[in-house]
T-cell receptor, first 112, second 113 residues
Framework: EAQVTQNPRYLITVTGKKLTVTCSQN?????MSWYRQDPGLGLRQIYY???????DKGDVPEGYKVSRKEKRNFPLILESPSPNQTSLYFC???????????FGPGTRLTVT | GENVEQHPSTLSVQEGDSAVIKCTYS??????FPWYKQELGKRPQLIID?????GEKKDQRIAVTLNKTAKHFSLHITETQPEDSAVYFC????????????FGTGTRLLVSP
């Protein structure tokens, strides 16, 4: 089944404790993105990647890191999480030559 | 950069009525305008999209219209059903080799039986 997966789905952590949210797609898509969703603000892009080893900042990159060492994986790293990073996070992938973004199931992160 | 405004933030209709959600964008270079539907607790899913060289597109009960001059586009849902209840997001993007989407803030549609 073609899909985008994220892990964990739910995470409660404390300020300053490094964490990684994994994202994997099995559709051989070239493009991958991370978004955060907050009430009243919609979906905002954090980082995106156009291919292996090619990443760029989105609209709200501060406090986040990403890497794209393999085509299928695009982890999101929070080196020192803060409470303002409490949010619902979505990974998405897109095939080159297509426009539709396929979203993962989401990761709800709470930073206390 | 691109900015997308979406209205209304909430919309309540009776089953069978029509619903219209409107979005405006700021960057005249934007050329792709998708609409995503997000049911409660689920991921966003594409329901319809339109490109800047087209003025209107329909798919069964949903349609999208685009006015490039005014820089606004709208989602129209006819004969609404309770299963249409969800949050709807518009987005705009320009093709730089990758469609960098900028989303609106979302509209919560509630269809009452």
């Amino acid at each position: 089944e073609a899909q985008v997966t994220q892990n964990p789905r739910y995470l409660i952590t404390v300020t300053g404790k490094k964490l990684t949210v994994t994202c994997s797609q099995n559709m051989n898509h070239e493009y991958m993105s991370w978004y955060r969703q907050d009430p009243g603000l919609g979906l905002r892009q954090i980082y995106y990647s156009m291919n292996v080893e090619v990443t760029d900042k989105g609209d709200v990159p501060e406090g986040y890191k990403v890497s794209r060492k393999e085509k299928r994986n695009f982890p999101l790293i929070l080196e020192s999480p803060s409470p303002n990073q409490t949010s619902l996070y979505f990974c998405a992938s897109t095939s080159a030559g297509s426009d539709e973004q396929y979203f993962g199931p989401g990761t709800r992160l709470t930073v206390t | 950069g691109e900015n997308v405004e979406q209205h209304p933030s909430t919309l309540s209709v009776q089953e069978g009525d029509s619903a219209v959600i409107k979005c405006t964008y700021s960057d005249s270079a934007s050329n792709y305008f998708p609409w995503y539907k997000q049911e409660l607790g689920k991921r966003p899913q594409l329901i319809i999209d339109i490109r800047s060289n087209v003025g209107e597109k329909k798919d069964q009960r949903i349609a999208v219209t685009l006015n490039k001059t005014a820089k606004h586009f709208s989602l129209h849902i006819t004969e609404t059903q309770p299963e249409d209840s969800a949050v709807y997001f518009c987005a705009a993007s320009w093709n730089t080799g990758f469609q960098k989407l900028v989303f609106g803030t979302g509209t919560r549609l509630l269809v009452s039986p």
